[in-house]
Every structure is written in C-alpha cells, then in structure tokens.
C-alpha cells in the first residue's frame, strides 16, 4: 500500500491504497455536490501576515507549521507557510465575496494536500506530515441551515464508515477540551480498533459559529436594518487517515482485508494444477476458460483480474493476494473446466465454496455483497462487545485495561478532563509493551446509552460537579 521514504514522516502511496482513496473520494464528491457544494483550489502558501490573523488558537499549532524561507540559495524577504488547514487561506477571500445577503451561502470544498510537520513518531496513513483530505468551507446568513449542514456532512461521513469501508462508528459532539478551539461545537465520528482497543477520530465536522467571521471581517448588510451581520461558518473535513482505520480494523494475522466497495480489485482468478507433462492445448484450454471468466464477470463491473504469471506457483499467488486482501480468489483447475465448475475463496473468513460455472457471476456479485455486510457486522460486534458502561473509577481504569472503551457519567469540565487522562494512565509501561496513555474523551454521543440519574456523579472520584451526559472514553490514535 505505501512505500517509504526519506522524509521522515511521509510516505509514497501505491495505487492498492490511492485506489481505496478514489473510491471514497469519488463517492462523496457527488453527494457534496447534491448539497450544493462546489469544488475549488486555493494556493499551497500561506503569507505569514494572513496566518498570524488567526493568532488565538493558531498559538497552538504553531510548532507544527513548515516554513519555506528560501529560494535556491537567497533568503525569501518574508518565510512563507505551506498549509496545515486552509481557514486562513480561504477566508479572506470569503470576505471580499460577501457583500450582500445575496452572496450567500458559500459552499466550497477542496480535495488537497496539507502539511503539518509532528513530533509524535510517524505512522502511515495515522500520522504523517502531508496528507490528503477534503475540506469543507461553508458560510450562511441563517445559523440554522448552517447548523443543518454540519449534520448533513456528518451523515455523509458516516455512510464512507458504514457503507464504504464496512466500519461502524459511534457518532457524537467533542467535549470542550477535545473541539476544535476555533469552533462553536464540533461533531465527530469515532471507529474502535479492537486490536489494540483504542479509539480513533473517522472525520470531523465543525460549527464554526460567527468566530472566524469576526476575525476575517466576512460581513454582509442586513436587507431590513441596513446593519451589518457577521456570517455563520462551518468546516469539515476527512482525510486519507480512513485508509489506515480500514486497515486496522479488518486486517487479521495473514493481512489486509479489503470490503469489497473500496477494493480495487475484488476478484482474483488463479489457474491451477498446471504440471510439467501437461499438454500445450491443456494448458491453453485452462488460461481459456480463465479469461472467459474474467471477461464475464468484468461484464457485471466486478474487479476482476486473472494472475496468469508462468513464474508463481498458485500457493505463492495464494498468500500473495491474501496478504494483499482480495476479497475473493477463485481457483480453476484442469478437473474444474472438466466438471463445469469453479472454487470461490472468501478473504475474510475463509469459506471455500464450489460454484457451477454457468452461475458464477450471479454468485460471485452476491458473495460479494455478502463479505460486506459481514465485515460490517463483524466490526459492529467489535465495537458493541468492548463498549463498557461505567459508574464507577475502579471498574473505568480495569474496562480500559482490557481494552475497551467506556461509556462514563461526567460533567464536561476541561481540568476534570485532564485529570480523569492523568489518573487513567498506567504507571508500570515499561515491561508490558501495551499502550499506557491514559483515556481521551472520544465524543458526547448522539446516542445517549441511558439517561444520567439525579444521584449520578461524575466518573473521577474526586469531582463534585454533576455530570451532564454520558462520554465515550478510550485510549485513542
Ligand atoms: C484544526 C480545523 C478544520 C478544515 C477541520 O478540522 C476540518 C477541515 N479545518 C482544523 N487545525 C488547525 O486549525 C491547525 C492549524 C495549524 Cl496552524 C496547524 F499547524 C495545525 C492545525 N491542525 C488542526
């Protein structure tokens, strides 16, 4: 899927990991489109008078921000920043584009590439110093249809989840220690890895409020009072980080496990049984009812392609396409033409079926459909079996040692936050290897699991203040 390279913390994508990017991409470009967003391309650079006007929450990002600060060997007279978002490329233009209320709504997004050099070690796809996304820019005179979108957005992100990469994932609001400082609230969807029993951030979608219109002037005249009114914003975005939650979610011990939908090549055909005393017409007779497969299932736009390498042998192709995650691998071998039919190979859970050769696309399109909503259900299981509700502090830090995330009463203070990710991290790390980090709050979910009773207290022991919902707790990405 990637190749490395020599730039710490950036990565080549291969076409089998662009490809699933593409079929995301290529999905929610048109429903973006169905809501009246256009697309758009903003410069790279970002002058350092234009970055700095986002001065509040930029203090923090600002160790993350890459400079260019020369040109062959002259000093540029002033650095220039490469983008870690685009708010402040984009919203001074948005200024000069709202004069009346009848520039309104702007509805832009831009698929790109954005830079943000860390310091946490790298990993592919989780963190890396560039990496593709799309991002949502929108501004409105009506706060309510601004606050719609964001939930319009979301859906769609849940659906890449659920429908595309067959995740399910908890939807819900970040806490105000984990929003977007610049935002008003900010929604989110969250996957779990069971794997490693951490929590991980699928995209995000923001409302933005009237914060960055008061910073960037994006003003318009009311038509009844002549006054003037600061727009209503949001932001949302989701990156190619998707493609690494895929891979840790489905992936097993012989690796990668593609869902169907996003797979680039869905069906693979390996003939077998191919000797050294097989006769050339044989031979030629194997390869022929190979492709005449391929040529009839490729008819049903499945992703097929026949591996006709003379240089493997059909074990080698075997591990080879199921490392690689094919979701199906049909085998034909010389007995197989013989009797009509084929084997179909299931990469997820290894069912080995015998299918009539006059019926193999039908099945094969319903196998398919099947391998993704098992996937699904098999995550959604997962994610159900290692949701803990808790109540109490002891049994919080035991649900999370065994890898589960927590379902808590807690009473949204910032410094109660902090507390509960101090106390929860384990102090003995050293020997065992396992994450020690102590527990994030993944989201308010939408989906309360039960009503907060009046006697109910917030899940650090030492906080008085009444909780105010149920937060999804968990070691994070
Ligand atoms: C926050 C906010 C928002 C549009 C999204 O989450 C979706 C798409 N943007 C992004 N954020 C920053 O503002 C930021 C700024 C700087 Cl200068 C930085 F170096 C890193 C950042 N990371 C996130």
Redesign the pocket.
């Known amino acids: 899927m990637i190749e490395y390279y020599d730039v710490s913390g950036c990565y080549i994508l291969r076409p089998w990991s662009y490809a699933i990017w593409e079929v995301i991409k290529g999905w929610l470009d048109a429903q973006f489109k169905k809501l009246g967003v256009q697309n758009c391309y903003f410069p790279i650079f970002v002058s350092k008078n234009v ?1 700095e006007m986002e001065k509040t ?2 203090a923090d ?2 160790p ?2 890459a400079w260019v600060t020369k040109s062959g060997d002259s000093d540029l007279a002033e650095p220039i920043a490469v983008r ?4 402040t490329v984009m919203y001074p233009a948005y200024a000069k584009w709202v004069q009346s209320y009848r520039d309104l709504p702007i509805k832009l997004n831009q698929w790109n590439n954005v830079v ?1 050099w860390e310091f946490k070690h790298p990993q592919p796809f989780l963190r890396t110093r560039e990496f593709l ?1 799309q ?3 929108t501004a409105y005179s009506d706060p309510k249809e601004a606050e719609e979108e964001v939930m319009n957005i979301l859906d769609l992100y849940t659906k890449v989840y659920t429908d595309l990469l067959a995740i399910p994932v908890v939807r819900g609001r970040k806490t105000e220690k984990e929003k ?1 400082a ?1 935002a008003d609230y900010t929604t989110t969807v969250e996957a779990f890895v069971s794997a490693s029993g951490r929590g991980i951030q699928g995209a ?1 979608s ?1 409302h933005l409020g009237q914060s960055f219109s008061k910073m960037f002037n994006i003003v318009y005249e009311d038509p009844d009072s002549q006054e003037k009114k600061y727009v209503y914003q949001n ?3 989701m990156t190619t980080r998707t493609i690494g939650v895929m891979i840790m979610v489905h992936a097993d011990d012989q690796g990668l496990v593609l869902p169907p939908k996003v797979a680039c090549m869905q069906v693979v055909i390996v003939p077998c049984g191919i000797t050294a005393k097989m006769g050339d017409d044989d031979k030629a007779n194997l390869i022929e009812a190979c492709t005449k497969l391929e040529e009839e299932l490729r008819k049903q736009q499945i992703r097929v392609k026949g591996d006709y390498r003379d240089n493997y042998s059909p074990g080698w192709k075997f591990n080879h396409w199921e490392l690689k995650g094919v979701p199906i691998r049909i085998e034909v071998g010389p007995r197989d033409v013989q009797q009509g039919n084929i084997v179909a190979v299931r990469r997820d859970n290894r069912e080995k079926l015998i299918i009539k050769s006059s019926e193999a696309t039908t099945t094969i399109v319903t196998m398919l459909t099947k391998i993704q909503e098992d996937m699904l259900s098999r995550a959604a299981k997962e994610l159900n079996d290692h949701k803990k509700i808790c109540k109490d502090w002891t049994d919080f830090c035991l649900q999370l040692e065994q890898k589960n995330i927590i379902l808590a009463p807690f009473c949204g203070d910032i410094p109660c936050e902090d507390q509960i990710k101090k106390d929860s991290a384990r102090e003995d790390a050293a020997d065992s290897g396992a994450p020690s980090m102590g527990a994030k709050s993944l989201c308010i979910p939408f989906d309360q699991p039960q009503a907060v009773e009046p006697n109910d207290k917030c899940i650090h022991p030492s906080c008085n203040r009444k909780p105010k919902h149920y937060v999804l707790f968990g070691r994070s990405y």
Not at 84 to 87: I, L, N, R, V, Y
Request: glycine share 14%; charged share 15%; no cysteine.
């Open positions: 970055l929450h930029i990002f600002a993350e921000v870690p978002t685009s708010e943000r996304w991002e949502g820019h977007f610049g995000t923001h932001s949302w975005g």
